[in-house]
């Protein structure tokens, strides 16, 4: 019974590292639907089927963390890592759903740049992530990854800001304005939650490490 409350010391972080991999698989996968819009059905498939597979590890995690006695770092802390890295690729997938059912013509150019974000913002928190197995060791790559995730977040704010206003002013009709700016801020919201991730760690490693 003993041994099977006592936790392998990695299981964390390789739910955790699992998935940040996912999340960048399908936001990489988003980016390229919008640079390439064909095929359109398939390319949104392609993510959802990601999704899918991050939340089978997020729920084999969360059921680790409530049968495992032990835990590398505060149960609060893990269960809401977890839950925001399992956010980052929510939101992205619902970018691509409405991107495949908003019968859209063409990508409003700009939202090629912010996904652009998301991408580089998310490979950061892959690389935050994998520091957290030995954070004691280098403490500062990993906060300094977090810094840089903090600062796409802010300009994908920027980004945003300046699409919408770009948005309105063409001229668009009403309908087609809704709907980029559902995509939009979805995607916006994407990298809030990659920023709130960055914000856990940085946490996590200024108690521990």
């Known amino acids: ?9 990695d299981d964390f972080f390789s739910d955790f590292e ?3 991999a996912a999340v960048v698989e399908g936001v990489v996968l988003l980016k390229a639907l919008l640079d390439d819009f064909t095929d359109v059905p398939a390319k949104c498939q392609a993510i959802k089927d990601v999704e899918h597979r991050a939340d089978d590890i997020t729920h084999r ?15 609060s802390e893990i269960h809401r890592l977890l839950s925001r890295i399992d956010d980052v690729l929510d939101l992205a997938d619902a970018a691509s759903e409405r991107l495949g059912l908003y019968d859209l013509d063409s990508v409003l150019p700009e939202s090629r740049e ?22 004691k060791k280098d ?13 796409l977040e802010n300009q994908a704010d920027t980004l945003t800001r300046k699409t919408m206003a770009k948005l309105f ?3 668009n009709d009403p309908l087609t304005v809704m709907k980029w700016k559902e ?27």
């Open 61 to 75: 995690a969360f059921e680790r963390l409530h049968t495992q006695f032990i835990t590398p770092f505060d149960r």
């Open 18 to 20: 699992a998935q940040a």
């Open 139 to 151: 403490p500062q790559t990993i906060l300094a990854a977090c810094q840089e995730m903090n600062k």
């Open 183 to 209: 995509i939009i801020d979805l995607i916006e919201d994407a990298t809030d939650r990659a920023e709130d991730v960055a914000n856990v760690i940085e946490g996590v490693v200024l108690e521990h490490a």
């Open 114 to 135: 912010l996904a652009a974000v998301l991408v580089e913002q998310s490979r950061k928190m892959e690389e935050a992530v994998k520091g957290l197995r030995n954070m």
């Open 1 to 9: 019974m003993l041994q099977r409350l006592m936790p392998k010391s």
């Open 169 to 171: 002013k063409r001229g």
